[in-house]
């Protein structure tokens, strides 16, 4: 098979005249391309009055495909096998059942392999089913009552659930493109497996989730919503069972050797209690910050010039970085077009936000994270679960200036720029599911944040004009991106108890859905491995 990149079209051009065109880049006819299929799709939008549309495509020929190939420059033409994932060989020997904690990105994907190995995983969930879930949070957005157990970061499908859904990643393994295929084979749209962002959004979410949740439960996987890791029992370093707390709150004693830990990044009782035991952990850097919503068709002007409204561009998208000489950097951070600011809370008072977009992504606001990394450090103390400390900090301060009731504090730009507190709302409307409460964001985020955010939003603004509007909207905090702890893993992917496998986001090893997915992955081929009791 050969891989065409770069291949240059009008908008709108269609998948026979994409064909025909990657026959004239290589020198064949239309007639020997025996297979075709797009492999990358993206918009070239630098030159705003001739915006193009880029393929890469995979083609089968009849004929000599590696002659053809040498003809050009490998970034150009080259020779490429199609992907398929091989499954682990599974050695595992012991009679116990794995146990799987949390399904988000890496649990499901975790379990998902386990399944399919045939060790018929259980697993436990702290949070709702997806259609339970959907109304608990709903109704906190309404009635601003919270269910600290099933929310926007709990509950099936994981924190992802409600947000863009988005699938970019910047990490480098094949296993990502089996990531996209199983969501795509359980109901998400076609175009994530070649599109340059790909994304599926909250509203598909929902059924792609629950898709893969009947495929592990047909394999003989165990799925069981609403029930809480309690507690962990180990002897002599090894893991040898755990008591977790059900949907009826009853204590369960569980014996197993492996537990994976896939618990996600808030899950902070759980980490704490971890601790407790003695499982190894470090202090990790992480992020926190504001959401700024612009008008949406703000940012399509300004990225794609006349075409702004051309349906066959949808809603525009940017990630901005901002790397001062001197001082903390910012960055943006999963960009939302067409999208939605959601308060996301998981504890009683403390006030968190995030972005969500659904797949139309029509909304009539574009909002991102704007972060500014912080560093071990600058945590308040050396202690390992100092990070934890500073963000609820954060949390607590948001609940405050609030108003106590869930509304996050919010701020227009051009009086943040100023230092000056709001006091009304500009041309710009927030989207915040639980209302704002226009003030002063400095109150509530450290001093060197709410500095760099302020060069950063300058420094977009020159990049992406009309990105320092006055009068959009920054609310606060966005404080869940990623997690401040890492517990410390060895090269079999097992914690200082030997049998425990921290995975994903919450265990400071993935920053993002397809990165945790993969993850999971890899965290249940090393159970397939069993190498427990060679450690």
């Known amino acids: 098979m050969l891989r065409i990149n770069e291949i240059s079209v009008p908008l709108g051009t269609d998948e026979k005249l994409l064909k025909k065109a990657a026959a004239k880049e290589i020198g064949v006819f239309e007639g020997d391309i025996t297979f075709f299929e797009i492999a990358r799709e993206s918009i070239d939008s630098r030159k705003k009055n001739n915006i193009k549309m880029i393929y890469s495509v995979n083609v089968e020929l009849n004929g000599d495909e590696n002659a053809v ?60 089913d997806v259609d339970t879930r959907t109304r608990d949070v709903k109704g906190f957005w309404k009635n601003r009552i919270l269910n600290t157990s099933s929310n926007v970061q709990f ?55 629950k898709s893969i949740r009947q495929e592990i439960i047909s394999l003989g996987g165990e799925v069981r919503f609403a029930c809480r890791l309690k507690e962990i029992y180990e002897a002599n370093s090894y893991i040898h069972g755990i008591c977790f707390t059900d949907e009826n709150g009853i204590d369960n004693d569980i014996e197993t050797d492996c537990l994976v830990l896939c618990i996600g990044h808030s899950a902070r009782d759980t980490v704490e209690m971890l601790y407790s035991h003695g499982i190894k952990m470090e ?27 051309n349906p066959l561009l949808g809603a525009a998208n940017y990630k901005l970085a901002n790397h001062p000489p001197h001082g903390r950097g910012g960055y943006t951070f999963c960009m939302c077009p067409g ?30 994270a704007i972060l500014v990394g912080i560093e071990p450090e600058h945590f308040p103390t050396e202690h ?48 915040c599911t639980t209302g704002v409460s226009m003030g002063d964001i400095r109150k509530v985020l450290p001093v060197p944040v709410t500095d760099s955010i302020a060069l950063a939003i300058s420094a977009f603004d020159k990049k992406l004009e009309g990105f320092a509007l006055p009068d959009a909207v920054l609310t606060a905090p ?50 397939l491995d069993d190498c427990v009791d060679d450690c």
């Open 155 to 209: 509950g099936e499908g994981g924190a992802g659930t409600f947000s863009d859904g988005k699938l970019t990643t910047g990490i480098k393994d094949a296993r990502c493109r089996f990531v996209l295929e199983t969501f795509a084979r359980h109901g998400a749209p076609e175009q994530i497996l070649y599109s340059s962002h790909p994304h599926i959004g909250t509203d598909k979410l929902v059924g792609v989730v």
């Open 69 to 128: 190939a040498d003809r050009f420059a490998s970034n150009k033409v080259c020779t490429c096998e199609k992907y398929k994932y091989e499954m682990h060989e599974n050695k595992r020997v012991s009679l116990f059942r794995p146990v799987v904690v949390g399904f988000g990105p890496a649990g499901m994907f975790c379990s998902l392999i386990l399944a399919r190995a045939g060790l018929k995983p259980l697993v436990i969930e702290r949070g709702n």
């Open 478 to 527: 966005e404080s869940r991106s990623s997690s401040p702890v890492r517990i410390l893993r060895d090269e079999f992917r097992q914690s200082s108890i030997k049998g425990i496998f921290p995975c994903g986001e919450g265990a400071g090893y993935a920053g993002g859905i397809v990165s945790a997915a993969v993850d999971g992955i890899r965290s249940a081929e090393a159970v």
């Open 283 to 309: 202090q990790k850097p992480f992020s926190v910050g504001v959401r700024i919503e612009h008008p949406q068709e703000l940012i399509n002007r300004a990225l794609f010039g006349k075409e702004w409204n």
């Open 384 to 431: 390992p679960l100092a990070g934890i400390a500073l963000q609820r900090d954060i949390e607590s301060a948001a609940f405050e200036r609030g108003g106590r009731d869930y509304t996050a504090p919010a701020q227009l730009v051009g009086d943040f720029l100023k230092n000056n507190p709001s006091k009304k709302l500009g041309a710009v409307k927030p989207s």
């Open 339 to 368: 999208g939605t600011v959601v308060c996301a809370s998981s504890e009683e008072n403390r006030v968190v936000v995030n972005g969500m977009s659904e797949f139309a992504r029509d909304g009539v606001n574009a909002n991102s």
